[in-house]
């Protein structure tokens, strides 16, 4: 599929430019040496601080900070420092995958496996003829904090904050090893897919990442 290559080729380039999230690079790997699916957009999963100039104005957006690991309060404080415009809000995001499938039964398989991991939010849709599947999880939090660089929130309850958005990320990533898990069953049941194995060679891959 030249699509499924293009996707591996933009994969293989930021993994070698230390772009892809270390907590789900052996997950994308395994994901796409499946035949017939490849992955788009994915993320291990994320919290931080977020200054919108409007409600819904997400590509005008700002990230104070932003990690894909529970953020400790100093971390918040100093990064509160730096707003400056807009609304300010506390955000925690599960794990997302969107996966491509070549076929409705692929994207039905995916859709089953990626509920039966956990991640309840699982569905699917047509774009472009395209199966797209997301695999997400029910763990999101948005707290507002201040607005126009002002905190308007108690330390206390930032420290209450992130103590519930970091329990979230970690419930969230804590369902990774049982999507993995499902995974590997998967490509036992539709196989391997030659176009990873070829890319991932002339990409020489190997050199620095264990392939599944």
Known sequence: MKAKREALTSLFTAMREGKVD???LDLLLL???IDGIYTTSSCSGRIGIIEEPALGAKPLSRWLIKVHRPIEFEEAKMALKNARDGLI???SQPPIFHVVAEDLERARRLHELG?????KYTTFKVISKRYLVEINA???LTAPLGREGNVLVSDEYLRFALEVGNDML?????RLPRLEENFKKLREELGEDELFYELAEEFRMGE???LP
Do not use: Q, V
Request: charged share 30%; aromatic share 16%; proline share 0%.
């Open 31 to 33: 994901i796409n040496s």
């Open 208 to 210: 620095n990442w264990r």
């Open 170 to 174: 970690r419930r969230s990533k804590g």
């Open 22 to 24: 270390a907590d789900i």
């Open 115 to 119: 509920l039966a991991s956990g991640f």
């Open 138 to 140: 029910t763990e999101y």
């Open 89 to 91: 809000f506390l955000k």
